[in-house]
């Protein structure tokens, strides 16, 4: 592979204005789309030696023929004209979103001459006033149906509308008491204008200024007698607190904004977009969208916020944007969201107090939504046989392997090291299946991965076990059936997968050699997810990023980490708890008490017999005791060094699952 690209412009030839820069290929198809402060100092990135660019950026970039660029005056003139570029060409290699579905949102047609409050998925309706988006159907019909017993707007069909007035009878839902427009023949066109203004004001915040009215209304007529009168005003605040009890205040109750939780993978990411106003969550939007360019943190929350705002209204842009991260352009975006809103916009990050507090919900609410998202796509068969057939064709293999195995080797700085097997077949998790190992004594990373499959490739050979039932015939002797069955541990995989790069693969092909297995095929996982490496290979084979084997290979990766952190955890509980159980007079709630208050036994060795005293139900004997167990016990092991690597444990045999 060339190290240089025949389209890289000459020394010099870049400026280093802001602007925008896109990539075209031979048939002049944009590519990329991306903005620059400094266009010299980025498009330089992209003609970097092709070996230490990132795997889907040297795509890109060797798929393209050339590159262009237009010089702009300010940095946020680049940032209007990406967006529009991007909404124009809808480059390949840009972010691509997809929203989860059409959320439903509350319209009211103020355009209209009476306007109606409707359930709608459009977006387009010419004046309309939006609120939302809800998370379902209903939730929005119940919120109208409380809210127009406080504020009686119109909710019949145009039709109904204009029979009504045309004829003057009430339209049929206004007979019901289901709709307070003209049309019902309670209120002029005027005052049914005043009620929606004020429908209006109550959705975007001013809920307190009409609790109070209504509250002084209901005690003033209850002090004149006319209780009747005060009733109505007592359902409507009832309603009223309905209403407000769907949405908790979660800011202060002057606060507009919109809050971004996020969360990522190498090759997705899925947003939650909280919209808040007057203090309170009015609606809720999730989003996916997938990674071509190697893009994350601060510069995903860049593109993020340009696509949401792009065609936004100004009474749609907030006072506050809240964020994970900041991007690097956040002074541009702001000036961008200010020139939108017609008022100032501050972009922050959500640090501490309230705000981080909903923060954290936003982005577990995303952990969540990028698990399902990638749930669904392992779920449906379709999509499986695909990604096993892709693997197959890009590993050159005779046939779908319908059975991996995926092995990821941890440690604690070199000590208690442990592996993970996790099986896949037909594309989908067999946890009962997996296996986790203890490995007692090992040189290095290589060494552990040839012990783990020796150890597991010797079971292959194990011979079928017997079971005998006992049955009763019709004659009522007893028969002895021998049903011959194949240890499950003795199924061989199609495929074996090792979590790293070179190194570990010819490990785990001297483990094959040696055990005469060669009709196992077998990979390894490098650090970017879609780069396999073969046994014997120079270079790794890359992965497509369209090709739905690498989201095969990053599940099953995934869950060997997942398996080997949990067995590592659970053994080093056990650790600590055997070497406090070893001191007399300390059971189990001690040793809960002990470790709730120092947090580990590392902490807890370096404490005086004073400060093991402050635990609550340990005296001076029994804190001397422990402290000079857990020195002795020091000088015998290491104490528990920091983690590194993906987490796991140690040992000596394969041993299944607990659960």
């Not at 010089?71 to 840009?94: A, C, G, H, R």
């Not at 998370?135 to 929005?140: A, E, I």
């Not at 020091?634 to 444990?649: K, Y």
Request: proline share 6%; charged share 30%.
């Amino acid at each position: 592979m060339a190290e240089e690209l025949p389209y890289k412009p000459r020394p010099g030839e870049i400026p280093t204005d802001p602007g925008v820069y896109r990539f075209r290929d031979a048939q002049g198809r944009v590519l990329y789309v991306g903005k620059a402060k400094n266009l010299r100092q980025r498009l330089s990135n992209y003609f970097a030696p092709l070996r230490t660019l990132h795997e889907r950026t040297r795509r890109m970039v060797t798929t393209a023929a050339s590159v262009e660029w237009t010089v702009v005056p300010t940095d946020v003139d680049s940032l209007q004209l990406e967006y529009m570029w991007i909404k124009e060409f809808d480059p390949p290699f840009n972010v691509r979103y997809k929203d989860d579905k059409s959320y439903p949102f509350m319209a009211i047609t103020l355009a209209d001459e009476a306007p109606r409050v409707i359930v709608t998925r459009n977006r387009r309706i010419p004046g309309a006033k939006y609120f939302g988006p809800y998370p379902k159907v209903w939730t929005v019909h119940d919120t109208i149906d409380q809210m127009i017993k406080v504020f009686p707007i119109r909710t019949c069909s145009d039709a109904s509308y204009r029979k009504a007035m045309a004829t003057g009878r009430p339209c049929f839902p206004g007979q019901i008491g289901k709709c307070g427009g003209p049309c019902s023949m309670t209120v002029t066109i005027a005052e049914h204008r005043a009620i929606v203004d004020d429908f209006i004001a109550f959705m975007e915040g001013g809920d307190e200024r009409f609790t109070r009215e209504l509250t002084r209304r209901m005690h003033e007529a209850s002090a004149a007698m006319d209780y009747e009168s005060a009733a109505k005003y007592r359902d409507r605040l009832a309603s009223i607190d309905a209403v407000l009890g769907r949405s908790a205040l979660v800011l202060p109750q002057d606060e507009d904004a919109d809050l971004f939780g996020i969360a990522e993978d190498e090759l997705s990411a899925a947003i939650q977009h909280f919209v808040i106003r007057g203090g309170r969550v009015r609606g809720v939007r999730a989003s996916t969208l997938d990674k071509e360019i190697d893009i994350s943190g601060a510069d995903l929350v860049d593109q993020i916020l340009q696509r949401v705002y792009g065609e936004a209204s100004g009474d749609q842009v907030p006072r506050r944007v809240l964020v994970p991260s900041l991007p690097e352009d956040s002074a541009e975006l702001e000036q961008w969201l200010r020139d939108r809103r017609g008022k100032k916009v501050e972009i922050a990050v959500a640090q501490r107090g309230q705000r981080a507090e909903l923060m954290r919900t936003a982005t577990l609410n995303a952990q969540q939504a990028l698990i399902r998202h990638k749930t669904r796509r392992s779920s449906d068969y379709a999509t499986r046989t695909q990604a096993l057939t892709d693997l197959q064709d890009a590993l050159g293999l005779d046939e779908a392997p319908l059975r991996i195995e995926c092995y990821d080797i941890s440690h604690l700085g070199g000590t208690n090291v442990v592996a993970s097997m996790v099986v896949f077949e037909d594309g989908l998790p067999r946890k009962d299946q997996y296996r986790s190992f203890n490995i007692a004594e090992t040189t290095d990373d290589t060494d552990s991965m040839y012990q783990v499959l020796r150890r597991r490739l010797a079971h292959l050979d194990a011979p079928e076990e017997e079971r005998e039932d006992v049955l009763i015939g019709e004659d009522g002797e007893e028969l002895v059936v021998t049903e011959r069955r194949r240890p499950r541990f003795a199924y061989p995989p199609q495929l074996l997968i090792v979590d790293g790069g070179k190194p570990q693969v010819e490990a785990a092909a001297r483990a094959l050699r040696d055990a005469g297995r060669s009709d196992i095929a077998l990979c390894g996982i490098a650090k970017r997810l879609e780069e396999l490496w073969l046994p014997g290979e120079e270079y790794p084979v890359i992965l497509p990023r369209t090709s739905e084997a690498l989201y095969l290979v990053q599940r099953l990766r995934d869950e060997a980490h997942r398996f080997a952190i949990t067995h590592q955890r659970k053994r080093r509980k056990r650790d600590i708890a055997s070497i406090l159980g070893e001191v007399p007079g300390l059971g189990a709630a001690r040793i809960k008490a002990l470790l709730r208050h120092f947090g580990s036994v590392a902490a807890l060795r370096r404490a005086t017999a004073e400060e093991i005293q402050e635990v609550q139900g340990i005296g001076p004997a029994l804190a001397e005791a422990i402290r000079v167990h857990l020195a002795g016990a020091a000088g015998e092991t290491a104490p528990t060094p920091v983690a590194v690597g993906a987490g796991s444990d140690s040992g000596a045999s394969a041993s299944p699952p607990s659960g």
